[in-house]
């Protein structure tokens, strides 16, 4: 018996179709020889599509993806400042609302400094923690209007939405997910300032504590955690944080783990009542589009992420071990981004 996994593919624009064809060569190698079919459904989503039809999630789409097990994206977006886009809103309109809709609730970004990769930082030591972002809630949820717009008297205002179901949930995932690496939790928030957003996050992790008495926990202000990030990356193992301190660290994390063709993430709705989408962190880089730079390796980290995710847990540690030797035998010439899949590819065949 087969098992068949129904699979979302969301190429997106610009260097997102090149890193999605290397990341599915990598996923076709890693689950050949297993009992694992992949049944893939591609959809055309993102800038390119919204020039040609005016369109950027219909509910049709949104219907259609749903009915999947999972989503792998590229990334989508054209090229920063095109007039053509200005009222597009591809970030709210199409990822945000995905990541919404489909409740990921969990928005999970590894960080690893990998042996040989060079990094920003002199003396890095070991970095391997793992962000936890809160992906449904927070200051993101679009809670917020204006008045008087463009008038000296314009009053703005966009409120950050906590609620105990949404910070539990998620705080829970965190916790089991340090059970199962070094038992070590760092809450980051700004408690002393977000007294009200801030107390709800803290007394949830304090009760949830409670059931982990193996996991040690820890907190920072978010501002101390961007220091630490860099003077101390070491004493991270999972960070959980909300929505917009968790965008903002996962940056930091991706700079200081050697850059952003590295970083994969996950959004997750660990419930499994929608399809969890994997995609690289970085966006679809117009500037190196259609030129065979971009490096694969974040879009194919995401296939680990997936695979991991459906349990094929094997198969995920293959796609990483694999990666993790490509990068350690690479040198300073540069390769094309199918060159880079291939290797990758060959090693998992090997
Ligand atoms: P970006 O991540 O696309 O590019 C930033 C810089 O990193 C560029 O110089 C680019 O060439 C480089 N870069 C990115 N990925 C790379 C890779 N795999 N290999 C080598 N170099 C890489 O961010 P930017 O320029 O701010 O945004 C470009 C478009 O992407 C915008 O439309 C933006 O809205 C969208 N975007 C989409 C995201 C997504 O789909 N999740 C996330 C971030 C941005
Ligand atoms: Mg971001």
């Given at each position: 018996?087969?098992?068949?996994?129904?699979?979302?593919?969301?190429?997106?624009?610009?260097?997102?179709?090149?890193?999605?064809?290397?990341?599915?060569?990598v996923?076709?190698a890693?689950?050949?020889?297993?009992?694992?079919?992949?049944?893939?459904?591609?959809?055309?989503?993102?800038?390119?599509?919204?020039?040609?039809?005016?369109?950027?999630?219909?509910?049709d789409?949104?219907?259609?993806?749903?009915?999947?097990d999972?989503?792998?994206?590229?990334?989508?977006?054209?090229?920063?400042?095109?007039?053509?886009?200005?009222?597009?809103?591809?970030?709210?309109?199409?990822?945000?609302?995905?990541?919404?809709?489909?409740?990921?609730?969990?928005?999970?970004?590894p960080?690893k400094?990998?042996?040989?990769?060079?990094?920003?930082?002199?003396d890095?030591?070991?970095?391997?923690?793992?962000?936890?972002?809160?992906?449904t809630?927070?200051?993101?949820?679009?809670n917020?209007?204006?008045?008087?717009?463009?008038?000296?008297?314009?009053?703005?205002?966009?409120?950050?939405?906590?609620?105990?179901?949404?910070?539990?949930?998620?705080?829970?995932?965190?916790?089991?997910?340090a059970?199962?690496?070094?038992?070590?939790?760092?809450?980051?928030?700004?408690?002393?300032?977000l007294?009200?957003?801030?107390?709800?996050?803290?007394?949830?992790?304090?009760?949830?504590?409670?059931?982990?008495?193996?996991?040690?926990?820890d907190?920072?202000?978010?501002?101390?955690?961007?220091?630490?990030?860099?003077?101390?990356?070491?004493?991270?193992?999972?960070?959980?944080?909300?929505n917009?301190?968790?965008?903002?660290?996962?940056?930091?994390?991706?700079?200081?783990?050697?850059?952003?063709?590295?970083?994969?993430?996950?959004?997750?709705?660990?419930?499994?009542?929608?399809?969890?989408?994997?995609?690289?962190?970085?966006?679809?880089?117009?500037?190196?589009?259609?030129?065979?730079k971009?490096?694969?390796?974040?879009?194919?980290?995401?296939?680990?992420?997936?695979?991991d995710?459906?349990?094929?847990?094997?198969?995920?540690?293959?796609?990483t071990?694999?990666?993790?030797?490509?990068?350690?035998?690479?040198?300073?010439?540069?390769?094309?981004?199918?060159?880079?899949?291939?290797?990758?590819?060959?090693?998992?065949?090997?």
């Amino acid at each position: 018996m087969s098992r068949v996994v129904k699979l979302a593919v969301i190429p997106g624009d610009g260097i997102g179709p090149e890193v999605v064809a290397e990341a599915e060569k990598v996923l076709d190698a890693a689950v050949a020889g297993t009992d694992v079919v992949i049944d893939r459904t591609r959809f055309a989503l993102g800038a390119a599509r919204y020039l040609e039809t005016g369109d950027t999630l219909t509910d049709d789409d949104l219907a259609a993806i749903a009915g999947h097990d999972a989503i792998l994206l590229g990334a989508v977006g054209g090229v920063p400042g095109d007039p053509r886009l200005r009222d597009a809103n591809i970030e709210r309109g199409l990822l945000l609302k995905l990541r919404f809709e489909l409740d990921h609730y969990v928005n999970l970004r590894p960080s690893k400094l990998y042996p040989s990769v060079p990094g920003p930082l002199a003396d890095p030591g070991e970095i391997d923690f793992v962000v936890v972002r809160e992906g449904t809630e927070g200051p993101y949820v679009g809670n917020g209007g204006s008045i008087r717009r463009g008038t000296p008297h314009e009053v703005a205002n966009e409120t950050s939405v906590n609620t105990a179901f949404g910070v539990e949930r998620v705080v829970r995932y965190a916790f089991d997910l340090a059970e199962r690496r070094r038992q070590k939790l760092t809450l980051v928030h700004k408690t002393n300032v977000l007294v009200h957003a801030g107390g709800i996050w803290k007394r949830i992790v304090d009760e949830v504590a409670a059931e982990h008495p193996d996991v040690a926990v820890d907190y920072l202000h978010v501002d101390a955690a961007t220091i630490f990030l860099v003077t101390n990356p070491g004493r991270f193992d999972v960070i959980v944080t909300d929505n917009l301190f968790g965008d903002i660290l996962t940056d930091l994390a991706g700079a200081v783990t050697g850059g952003i063709g590295l970083a994969a993430s996950g959004n997750i709705n660990p419930d499994g009542a929608f399809p969890s989408m994997f995609e690289p962190v970085h966006g679809s880089a117009p500037d190196i589009a259609g030129q065979q730079k971009a490096d694969p390796t974040a879009a194919i980290l995401s296939v680990s992420l997936l695979l991991d995710h459906l349990g094929l847990t094997e198969a995920a540690r293959r796609v990483t071990r694999a990666v993790e030797a490509d990068i350690a035998d690479r040198s300073s010439d540069p390769r094309t981004t199918t060159q880079i899949g291939d290797a990758i590819t060959a090693r998992l065949q090997a």
